[in-house]
């Protein structure tokens, strides 16, 4: 029988692409998702790529008897991936209470609920804004976990907080943190990709809007770091890398292929980019122009951060392997899809 896994979050960029993956590698995903970030026509781009249209129900996770619902009506879920989540710097700063409850609420919620109902194992979305800005790089998971900068930041931090305490509570439950560098791209077959609401906050939705004409000009935050082109540096890895890396960490719980309750994993390519390198390697992958121009920093930014994926490689077995232009092109083929989409 297909093990059953619950996907919160699961209509969200990541949380799209990642039950993609599952559902190609045989599990039966059921999706709770708000739809404050995304939207139900997900689905059909998930049941387009897959020929599977996951369970769906549309509801919150803060909403403790909502959740509960779901376990109920779908017995047997033998692991959640959790990526419900707000994920907006900026607005984690005006919001702040907003962050903690949904993102807080949410996982409590869920840990919760595990034991209750027998669910083994929880991969949580955490992301490399847990080590600030890093002493060395490329960074390893051993780095110290620093002060963090945004409400946003401080969430992610709790909840790998929360879920080490539960798990050393003798909880019998596993769990895998996987700490995101930057995920960008789309599925090659442009049926699903990030979906930004209003006017984008991150890079790559924000300059592929600028290639399609949507936004006059992408504006790069600083050339005046200590970098070699002076822009910062970010370890861009594409979306469907990054979504294989919930199966494999999922299999590893439910299979135990590791006597540790609880591990950790930066999900990176290994290789930092820069802010106008990326830009270069756009206009080479699709032929098209980006207009630009260089503007102050913005607040907050980190100079430089990049993944070391060693244990991902070795422990995990997983390496990202969609090639930068590659992941470019994918991009700018879901930009276009969705601008066909709005004409149509
Ligand atoms: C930020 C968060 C990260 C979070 C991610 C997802 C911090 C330190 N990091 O990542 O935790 O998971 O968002 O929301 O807050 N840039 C421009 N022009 C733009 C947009 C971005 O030059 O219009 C630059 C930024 O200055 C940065 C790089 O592009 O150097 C990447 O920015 P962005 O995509 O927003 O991601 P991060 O800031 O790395």
């Given at each position: 029988?297909?093990?059953?896994i619950?996907?919160?979050?699961?209509?969200?960029?990541?949380?799209?692409?990642?039950?993609?993956?599952?559902?190609?590698?045989?599990?039966?995903?059921?999706?709770?998702?708000?739809?404050?970030?995304?939207?139900?026509?997900?689905?059909?781009?998930?049941?387009?790529?897959?020929g599977?249209?996951?369970k769906?129900y549309k509801g919150?996770?803060?909403?403790?008897?909502?959740?509960?619902?779901v376990?109920e009506?779908?017995?047997?879920?033998?692991?959640?991936?959790?990526?419900?989540?707000?994920?907006?710097?900026?607005?984690?700063?005006?919001?702040?209470?907003?962050?903690?409850?949904?993102?807080?609420?949410?996982?409590?919620n869920?840990?919760?609920?595990?034991?209750?109902y027998?669910?083994?194992?929880?991969?949580?979305?955490?992301?490399?804004t847990?080590?600030?800005?890093?002493?060395?790089n490329?960074?390893?998971?051993?780095?110290?976990?620093k002060?963090?900068?945004?409400?946003?930041?401080?969430?992610?931090?709790?909840?790998?907080?929360?879920?080490?305490?539960?798990?050393?509570?003798?909880?019998?439950i596993?769990s895998?943190l996987?700490?995101?560098f930057?995920?960008?791209?789309?599925?090659?077959?442009?049926?699903?990709?990030?979906?930004?609401?209003g006017?984008?906050?991150?890079?790559?939705?924000?300059l592929?809007?600028?290639?399609?004409?949507?936004?006059?000009?992408?504006?790069?935050f600083g050339?005046?770091?200590?970098?070699?082109?002076?822009?910062?540096i970010?370890?861009?890895i594409?979306?469907?890398?990054?979504?294989?890396?919930?199966?494999?960490?999922m299999?590893?719980?439910?299979?135990?292929?590791s006597?540790?309750?609880?591990?950790?994993?930066?999900l990176?390519?290994?290789?930092?980019l820069?802010?106008?390198?990326l830009?270069?390697?756009?206009?080479r992958?699709?032929?098209?122009?980006?207009?630009y121009?260089?503007?102050?920093?913005r607040?907050?930014?980190i100079?430089?951060?990049?993944?070391?994926?060693?244990?991902?490689?070795?422990?995990?077995?997983?390496?990202?392997?969609?090639?930068?232009?590659e992941t470019?092109?994918?991009?700018?083929?879901?930009q276009?899809?969705?601008?066909e989409?709005?004409?149509?």
């Amino acid at each position: 029988m297909k093990k059953r896994i619950l996907v919160t979050g699961g209509t969200g960029y990541i949380g799209s692409h990642t039950t993609v993956e599952l559902q190609n590698a045989g599990y039966d995903v059921v999706i709770i998702d708000n739809l404050s970030n995304s939207h139900e026509g997900v689905l059909d781009g998930i049941e387009g790529i897959t020929g599977i249209r996951p369970k769906f129900y549309k509801g919150d996770c803060t909403d403790y008897k909502t959740l509960e619902k779901v376990f109920e009506e779908n017995p047997g879920i033998e692991g959640i991936i959790n990526f419900a989540a707000s994920k907006a710097v900026g607005e984690s700063i005006e919001k702040p209470l907003l962050y903690y409850r949904n993102n807080l609420v949410t996982l409590i919620n869920l840990l919760d609920l595990m034991p209750k109902y027998g669910v083994k194992g929880i991969v949580f979305s955490s992301s490399c804004t847990v080590y600030g800005e890093p002493d060395v790089n490329p960074i390893d998971e051993t780095a110290p976990v620093k002060q963090a900068t945004s409400p946003y930041g401080a969430t992610k931090q709790m909840s790998e907080e929360i879920i080490t305490d539960f798990v050393r509570s003798g909880a019998p439950i596993k769990s895998i943190l996987l700490r995101y560098f930057n995920p960008v791209g789309a599925h090659p077959t442009a049926l699903i990709g990030e979906l930004p609401n209003g006017v984008p906050q991150n890079l790559i939705p924000y300059l592929t809007q600028t290639a399609a004409g949507i936004r006059e000009k992408l504006t790069v935050f600083g050339d005046d770091y200590p970098t070699p082109d002076g822009s910062c540096i970010r370890d861009f890895i594409d979306v469907v890398d990054l979504a294989k890396a919930h199966v494999v960490a999922m299999e590893r719980m439910l299979e135990n292929k590791s006597e540790e309750k609880l591990e950790i994993f930066n999900l990176g390519t290994g290789n930092g980019l820069s802010v106008l390198q990326l830009i270069d390697a756009f206009q080479r992958a699709t032929g098209v122009k980006v207009n630009y121009i260089i503007g102050p920093r913005r607040e907050g930014d980190i100079e430089k951060i990049w993944a070391d994926p060693k244990k991902a490689n070795t422990v995990l077995g997983w390496k990202a392997q969609v090639p930068i232009e590659e992941t470019m092109r994918n991009a700018w083929k879901w930009q276009v899809s969705l601008t066909e989409k709005k004409e149509k």
